[in-house]
């Protein structure tokens, strides 16, 4: 059984950062991609950002140049750097593991991430 624990978030004004952390536990292929997602309030998941075991990262297109996913492949942990906040990421954030292989998926159990002055 896979485990993702998060940690981070909070309130935050407009302009400010945060730092999301994630730590994978459990059987755990090497192959994977990790992954950052939010849903905003009556809004559907969206991915953030995508990290694959290779080093391969992707972004939406809405936080592109002030978003940055770093992993760590020994420890199993996945960050995301969130500079330059804006309104609009108030979210909840939830961490993601994907193993291609099998179609696995894993989940964090989310945090919520609020930007308001």
């Known amino acids: 059984q896979v485990q993702l624990v998060e940690s981070g978030g909070g309130l935050v004004q407009p302009g400010g950062s945060l730092r999301l952390s994630c730590a994978a536990s459990g059987n755990i292929f090497s192959i994977n991609t990790m992954a950052w997602h939010r849903q905003a309030p009556g809004k559907e998941r969206e991915l953030v950002a995508s990290t694959t075991s290779g080093g391969r990262t992707n972004y939406a297109d809405s936080v592109k140049g002030r978003f940055t996913i770093s992993r760590d492949n020994p420890k199993n942990t996945v960050d995301l750097q969130m500079n330059n906040l804006k309104p609009e990421d108030t979210a909840v954030y939830y961490c993601?593991?994907?193993?291609?292989?099998?179609?696995?998926?894993?989940w964090g159990q989310g945090n919520q991430v609020t930007v308001s002055s």
């Open positions: 993601n593991l994907d193993i291609p292989l099998s179609g696995q998926r894993y």
